[in-house]
Structures are given as C-alpha cells and as structure tokens.
C-alpha cells in the first residue's frame, strides 16, 4: 500500500485549500484513513479520520476542515477552509489497513489507535 499527500501550498489567512491522498491498493473501501499534521517545533497531532461509516475532528479544526473519501477513485481529501496561521504544517495522510481499530478523544485530542502506511508530506503554509 502506498499514499501520496498532494494539494499544500502557500495561502492568505482566511483561504481555502483542498488537500488530496491517492492510495495504492486493493481494499481501499475497507480502510480507515487520517490527515495528521506536523508544525514546526511542535508534535504531530491527527486533525481528522474517515471511517467506512463516520467521520471525526480535531477541535481545532471542527467547523472548519471537511475529509471525505471517494471509494470509487482510491483517493481522500481533507477541504480546509478558514485557514489561519496557526493551520501552517505539514499534512500527512495514513491508513489504518485493518479497518478495525478506533479513534478516540483523549484529553481534547483526537487520536487513533494505530496507523501501518503512511504517506510523504504535503506543505500548507497559511500567511498572516
């Protein structure tokens, strides 16, 4: 299995950005799949998850961020909108090939059990 992350790029505060993963793979409907993000200085932290059935966000990002999958091109999105600085990272798409395990919401965040594939970075770089 493969991901390729693709879409960042240099934006105003208040833009909007669409972000796309293009998975290699037989089962891709069976798959939960993630965006995590990276800021500079700070630790990576999941922002949202599609399962076959449900979606999940990060607080940060509820209201704002919108992931979707298409099961019919192998591919998910995660559309950004409202993009503040403070958005500014490196966005990393992953899978979960089991399709088994959970998120959960610990202490604010939301987490994932585990990823196995995961993708290169795509840049968002949101200007003030």
């Known amino acids: 299995v493969q991901l390729q992350a693709s879409g960042g790029g240099l934006v105003q505060t208040w833009d909007s950005l669409r972000l796309s993963c293009t998975v290699s793979g037989s089962r891709f409907s069976t798959y939960n799949l993630g965006w995590f993000r990276q800021a500079p200085g700070k630790e990576r932290e999941l922002v949202a998850v599609?399962?076959?059935?449900?979606?999940a966000y990060a607080d940060s990002v509820k209201g704002r961020f919108t992931i979707s999958r298409d099961n019919a091109k192998d591919m998910m999105y995660l559309q950004m909108n409202s993009l503040t600085p403070e958005d500014t990272a490196v966005y990393y798409c992953?899978?979960?090939?089991?399709?088994?395990?959970?998120?959960?919401?610990?202490?604010?965040?939301?987490?994932?059990?585990?990823?196995?594939?995961w993708g290169k970075g795509t840049l968002v770089t949101v200007s003030s």
């Open positions: 599609v399962t076959r059935t449900r979606t």
């Open positions: 992953a899978l979960d090939s089991s399709g088994s395990l959970s998120y959960y919401y610990r202490d604010g965040s939301l987490e994932y059990e585990s990823m196995d594939y």
